[in-house]
């Protein structure tokens, strides 16, 4: 009996012995089996990793302060060329280094340079050019900023605007018109051949305490609130080139710059592959590459395009870091809001809706002088 057992028995032992091998065959395969199928990965960090963090309404007000009561067609020059600070150190330099060219033969020179048209546009404003040079890591910020949150720049330039002129201390001079045209300000020269840059102290302008950006260095030497002028600068000259000053305006409903009659195209590699400064000690004001040395150079062309439309406040991230091309800088502030618009102001006159220029005007001989 004991034997008839076993012959019953060990085929079915062996059986499961067998399965058993063959299961445990299958769970030891298992994690090579896993490995042949896609796996599930955490998506890339956004290029620049948390430097990408808005900026609160209160950080681009106290960012956009010391250029907010410019003419707007400067302004928008600023905006655009300060996503190149490499240009901005290249271009300064070429006019320390050439400071007998004047009107057309600046022009002449310019132009020739590979900078983007905003950088040649600021060569006619030779001591705003200095200045943007002695401030790249607000400069940095700044035009990380406006390629980034473009129209909540420029939503944080009219609330500025609208500060000082509740405080009384922006109005019509000789040198400039300030023009409410509905709900936003608009600030053009009174000669549309000579600009006045307006010398403030943007702590004391806007009738509130407005604190300096980190580590600014203060370019006015002017005290109390109030805005101060010194020689225009002839722009006439430039008149012929197509970064001049009336290829350049400020879209306000739209919330964007305007260059040669459309959007101006940024095509600053700072911004668009910030990783590469980083990785190669561009913040760090170390010897770096010119990562903005991509696409550019479009003098005298129609914009390109700028995907991405006017984007409020509501719903940013009140705080967190925020990194432009020389320095990444924790900051708050308190959210505020502004409304959406729709009218545009350009070069030297006005451009309401996208219509035709008025102002300008010809040359009047003369270079850009202070």
């Given amino acids: 009996m004991k034997s008839e057992w076993i012959g019953k028995s060990f085929p079915a032992a062996v059986a499961s012995v067998l399965s058993l091998a063959m299961l445990a065959g299958c769970l030891l395969a298992a994690p090579a089996w896993a490995q042949d199928q896609p796996q599930e990965q955490a998506p890339p960090p956004p290029q620049g990793g948390p430097q990408n963090a808005p900026l609160t309404p209160d950080q681009l007000q106290q960012l956009v302060a010391p250029i907010a009561l410019y003419p707007d067609a400067l302004v928008a020059q600023i905006l655009a060329g300060s996503a190149y600070p490499t240009q901005i150190v290249e271009a300064e330099r070429f006019l320390e280094e050439n400071p007998n060219l004047k009107g057309k033969d600046l022009g002449d020179a310019v132009n020739q340079q590979d900078w983007d048209p905003s950088v040649k546009a600021l060569c006619q404003f030779p001591s705003v050019l200095a200045n943007l040079n002695k401030n790249l890591s607000w400069t940095s910020e700044l035009g990380d900023a406006n390629y980034n949150q473009e129209a909540d720049v420029m939503q944080a330039i009219q609330f500025m605007r609208k500060k000082a002129q509740q405080a009384g201390h922006l109005q019509t001079t000789s040198q400039q018109t300030v023009t409410d045209q509905g709900p936003d300000v608009d600030i053009a020269p009174t000669d549309p051949d000579e600009v006045y840059v307006p010398e403030y102290d943007p702590e004391e302008i806007y ?164």
């Fill in 207 to 370: 009738g509130y305490p407005v604190g300096l950006w980190p580590g600014f260095n203060p370019w006015w030497g002017v005290g109390g609130p109030y805005l101060s002028f010194g020689l225009g600068f002839g722009v006439g000259p430039f008149f012929g080139y197509g970064w001049g000053w009336r290829g350049w305006g400020l879209d306000w409903g739209g919330g964007y710059l305007r260059y040669g009659g459309g959007r101006y195209g940024f095509h600053s590699h700072a911004f668009y592959d910030r990783n590469a400064y980083f990785h190669g000690n561009y913040r760090g004001f170390a010897p770096y590459g010119r990562g903005d040395r991509g696409a550019r150079g479009f003098a005298g062309g129609g914009a390109r395009g700028f995907n991405g439309g006017a984007r409020g406040f509501a719903g940013r991230p009140q705080g967190g870091a925020h990194g432009g091309a020389f320095g990444g800088i924790s900051r708050g502030g308190e959210a505020r809001g502004f409304s959406s618009r729709g009218r545009s102001s350009f070069g030297g006159g006005g451009m309401h809706g996208g219509g035709g220029m008025h102002g300008g005007g010809g040359g009047h001989g003369g270079g850009g002088r202070r």
